[in-house]
């Protein structure tokens, strides 16, 4: 499975950005998608998780209510709509995938994209 993010940027606080993610080769549908994210000296985090059908999605507190995941199974691409970002919120996003059809938690997941940088200036 190969992932290609995009949507990434610099936007000012309380600004909003939308990162997409489109898949190609194996069965995407059928997979959980995630976006994690990493800044320097920080473990990488999960932000957002869906599982495969779309009807059950995991958002970290951190970003509860300001971040939206979504996917589009008939497009292989998956989203993660951001709302009122704050300078915290800078980082490198991974579109991630994994063949488990829940959304797993506590390890990371099979496949990854490339990451994409959101700087949030303040």
């Known amino acids: 499975v190969q992932l290609q993010a995009s949507g990434g940027g610099l936007v000012q606080a309380g600004g909003s950005l939308r990162l997409s993610c489109t898949a190609s080769?194996?069965?995407?549908?059928?997979?959980?998608k995630g976006w994690f994210r990493q800044t320097p000296g920080k473990e990488r985090e999960l932000v957002a998780a869906i599982n495969w059908s779309g009807g059950i999605t995991y958002h970290a507190d951190s970003v509860k209510g300001r971040f939206t995941i979504s996917a589009d199974n008939a497009k292989n691409t998956v989203y993660l709509q951001m709302n009122s970002l704050k300078p915290e919120d800078t980082a490198v996003y991974y579109c991630?995938?994994?063949?488990?059809?829940?959304?797993?938690?506590?390890?990371?997941?099979?496949?990854w994209g490339q990451g994409t940088q959101v700087t949030v200036s303040s």
């Open positions: 080769g194996g069965t995407f549908s059928t997979y959980a």
């Open positions: 991630t995938a994994d063949r488990e059809r829940w959304i797993p938690l506590g390890r990371e997941y099979e496949y």
